[in-house]
């Protein structure tokens, strides 16, 4: 299985219902931040620049839980910045799964082995901690090539035996790789490989995408340096498709064609809402031009049809899953597509 069975029926379950009721617009995954700092300072983040005014504050654990019950997505991306520097992040965890949701715990792994105790601690009184949360480690390539992205010697290894800890302690663990120029394919392999040895539930990869406020600061490199255009994207995902095929990476059939310039599909951006210090950032988890007071000021009050490859400037070299998976998931409904999907989930 690509993901456990109980996630893939809750989201099928929950999509037939809203489409049942022809609801136009609704959440798959709430990308929560409460907080924005980090102990890393990676070369293609985003975050701890365009939040560098606020990178000491943080949403309380009510307001997250408000934020949650605002948007209802089924499932919640807690990630930030680093969320288990976040004082609440256990109390989080806990009253989130108290709601019914599933919990993607994004995180740069630094203190992920140190940290594990707490969640095995909440694990004796809430048994959903480990059905439910699924750890997703950020992971750029082997060694030399995570530690020169993220600056920090030594911060693969980290992760790594963070990784191992969780998976020994019985967690879900997910891996979640960017790809910037200096990826290469030959790495992502290695990677891999040594990935699967550590026994890991699945490996996300996903281009990187240029912030606006990152040209002038991405290790003195210009934009064309360091991020993948369109035609770049699908050549490196042309390639991941044929020589990664035995690994279990976790993009869905539909949006893996897209990747690889096979598919078009419309920006999604409103099924994968983000809430942070500032409020809910419009467009999109990627560039904003506001953050609304509420989740359905941001959905009302965005234009949809301004966003997406060929409607904004910004979006020239987008394939990001969060305004394309969505899309994938919900508009790849071929029966061929369903059939794929399907056989893809029970690999
Ligand atoms: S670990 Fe994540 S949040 Fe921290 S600097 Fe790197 S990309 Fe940004
Ligand atoms: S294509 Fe969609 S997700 Fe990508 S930058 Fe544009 S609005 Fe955001």
């Not at 365009?50 to 949403?59: G, M, V």
């Not at 203190?111 to 105790?117: D, I, N, P, T, Y």
């Not at 490196?236 to 990476?249: A, D, G, K, N, T």
């Not at 467009?283 to 966003?307: M, S, V």
Request: charged share 25%; with cysteine; proline share 3%.
């Amino acid at each position: 299985m690509r993901f456990p069975i109980n996630l893939a029926c809750r989201m099928a379950q929950y999509i037939a219902g809203k489409k049942i009721f022809a609801v136009q617009k609704f959440p798959l995954v709430l990308m929560l931040e409460p907080l924005h700092r980090c102990n890393l300072r990676c070369g293609g983040c985003g975050r701890i620049r365009e939040y560098a005014d606020t990178l000491n504050q943080e949403l309380s654990v009510e307001e997250c839980i408000d934020s949650v019950k605002e948007c209802d997505a089924p499932i919640v991306s807690i990630c930030g910045g680093e969320p288990l520097i976040y004082k609440g992040i256990a109390e989080l965890v806990d009253k989130v799964l108290q709601l019914g949701k599933y919990i993607y715990l994004c995180t740069n792994g630094q203190l992920l082995e140190e940290k594990l105790g707490l969640f095995e601690e909440l694990a004796k009184t809430n048994r959903l901690v480990k059905q439910r949360v699924f750890w997703n480690v950020h992971l750029d390539g082997t060694a030399a090539q995570h530690d020169s992205i993220t600056g920090q010697a030594g911060s693969f290894a980290k992760a790594l035996a963070g990784i191992a800890a969780a998976r020994r302690a019985g967690f879900y663990v997910y891996t979640n790789s960017t790809l910037y120029k200096q990826s290469s394919v030959d790495d992502l392999l290695a990677l891999a490989e040594v990935l699967s040895e550590r026994k890991i539930d699945g490996m996300m990869i996903a281009p990187g995408y240029g912030y606006d406020v990152l040209q002038s600061d991405v290790s003195s490199l210009s934009e064309n340096e360091f991020f993948l255009t369109r035609r770049e994207t699908y050549k490196m995902f042309q390639e991941i498709r044929w020589r990664m095929r035995r690994f279990r990476l976790t993009a869905t059939p539909v949006y893996f064609d897209f990747l690889c310039g096979e598919r078009d599909l419309p920006c999604a951006a409103w099924a994968n809402p983000t809430r942070n210090i500032k409020g809910w950032k419009g467009p999109c988890y990627l560039i904003t031009d506001k953050h609304y007071a509420g989740y359905r000021e941001l959905i009302e009050q965005t234009d949809w049809t301004n966003f997406g490859f060929g409607r904004d400037d910004r979006c020239k070299d987008c394939l990001m899953h969060c305004g394309y998976e969505p899309a994938a998931v919900l508009f790849g409904n071929r029966f061929r597509d369903l059939i794929r999907t399907a056989l893809w989930q029970l690999q």
